[in-house]
């Protein structure tokens, strides 16, 4: 863990660069512009931000130097930015206090696409940790802070090496597991979901493993027209649904 917060990866595009601009600036090593960038007004805005706030500004025409993938949509500002999104498991629930935190752990979701798309919820619906195998799962590179907009920095990220056994230590800490079934369990909202709870998704085609599944307390399927949702959006609606019901309850995330 402590080699990883010492490395640092490359982010690009407007949204995730501004992100990180506004919120932890002493995040970013350097930021990267392509020549002609800062013509356009919010262009002007970012670097303008990234001046009062003392960040180093290079130009750069072959972003593919600095880590960006070749044909990735930079719009022409990249950065270097450290791993601000780790957080250690054990730390995680050795300070965990709260009666309705809410949470989400991937079970071998390989996709980036998908999990910076399911980050970017999770900071949406104030979700307070996302908890990722370390192994047979997407890392946390630039394409996966690209999907989120940037919002990772929003929340902490938790690699563990055992997901089974990361849940049955949060059941111990009196936190519910609900694993997301696109077959069996029970309809979504016809479940009391204001506890504290984390929410289970599975791998895309494939769904959680099995071991996995038998170890969530119960499973909520979500109805639907089509044959399954694509993971992001369904771990999307599951936040959605968890939340109304705390805001009816009038319970705080």
């Known amino acids: 863990m402590k080699k990883l917060q010492n490395e640092l990866i490359p982010v690009w595009g407007l949204h995730p660069v501004e992100e990180f601009l506004k919120n932890c600036p002493w995040a970013i090593s350097e930021i990267f512009v392509n020549p002609s960038f800062g013509r356009k007004q919010h262009q002007k805005k970012l670097l303008n931000l990234a001046q009062k706030k003392g960040v180093k500004i290079k130009q750069q025409t072959n972003f593919t130097l600095i880590g960006v993938p070749a044909g990735a949509v930079h719009q022409g500002i990249a950065a270097l930015v450290?791993?601000?999104?780790?957080?250690?498991?054990?730390?995680?629930?050795?300070?965990?206090?709260?009666?309705?935190?809410?949470?989400?752990?991937?079970?071998?979701?390989?996709?980036?696409?998908?999990?910076?798309?399911?980050?970017?919820?999770?900071?949406?619906?104030?979700?307070?940790?996302?908890?990722?195998?370390?192994?047979?799962?997407?890392?946390?590179?630039?394409?996966?802070v690209k999907a989120s907009a940037g919002t990772i920095i929003h929340v902490k990220v938790c690699m563990v090496k055992n997901l089974i056994k990361t849940l049955v230590a949060m059941r111990q800490k009196g936190i519910s597991t609900a694993g997301l079934a696109a077959e069996g369990g029970h309809k979504i909202w016809d479940q009391n979901l204001t506890g504290p709870l984390v929410l289970v998704a599975g791998a895309e085609g494939k769904g959680l493993r099995y071991l996995v599944k038998k170890s969530c307390d119960m499973l909520l399927n979500i109805p639907s027209k089509v044959e399954s949702l694509n993971v992001s959006s369904a771990v999307s609606v599951a936040l959605y649904e968890t939340v109304r019901q705390r805001e009816r309850a009038g319970i705080l995330i």
Request: some cysteine; charged content about 20%; glycine content about 6%.
């Open 82 to 144: 450290k791993p601000v999104w780790q957080y250690p498991i054990d730390k995680l629930l050795s300070s965990y206090e709260s009666e309705n935190g809410l949470f989400v752990a991937c079970d071998q979701i390989t996709d980036p696409q998908n999990l910076g798309a399911i980050i970017r919820s999770c900071a949406a619906f104030g979700v307070k940790s996302v908890i990722l195998p370390e192994r047979s799962s997407a890392k946390i590179t630039g394409t996966v």
